[in-house]
């Protein structure tokens, strides 16, 4: 079993930056994806932005692209969601996933069942 831990929630006004860990140490899979999701109060859970490693390619919502990325840090295992120009609309809880499973590789990267270990979940608050 994959233990994935995010962080980096909190409260910001609108406008402003947060940026959420998932500490994907005990994946290690030399070929990989992570994939960001939010799920707001009484709404389903939402693709946000994904990454799969194998290609180097990267996944974004609509609704947050040019505002949001997913950056990487190979070393530790850790990718990140650096969330720039929130808006209240982005309060959510979000979630990492991890161990995509669907081919072809990053056509269901806002599925939730493309993806076979989910972290707990971060809060954040844009006001």
């Known amino acids: 079993h994959v233990q994935l831990v995010e962080s980096g929630g909190g409260s910001v006004q609108a406008g402003g930056s947060l940026r959420l860990s998932c500490d994907a140490s005990?994946?290690?899979?030399?070929?990989?994806?992570v994939g960001w999701f939010r799920q707001a109060p009484e709404k389903g859970r939402e693709g946000v932005a994904s990454?799969?490693?194998?290609?180097?390619?990267?996944y974004y919502a609509d609704s947050v692209k040019g505002r949001f990325t997913i950056p990487q840090d190979n070393a530790t295992n850790t990718v990140y969601l650096q969330m720039n120009s929130l808006k209240p609309e982005d309060t959510a809880m979000y979630y990492c996933?991890?161990?995509?499973?669907?081919?072809?590789?990053?056509?269901?990267?806002?599925?939730?069942?493309?993806?076979?270990?989910w972290g707990q979940g971060t809060q954040v608050t844009v006001s």
């Open positions: 996933a991890a161990d995509c499973v669907l081919l072809p590789q990053g056509s269901y990267w806002d599925k939730l069942h493309e993806y076979n270990f």
């Open positions: 005990r994946y290690t899979y030399s070929s990989y994806c």
């Open positions: 990454i799969y490693s194998a290609r180097s390619r990267t």
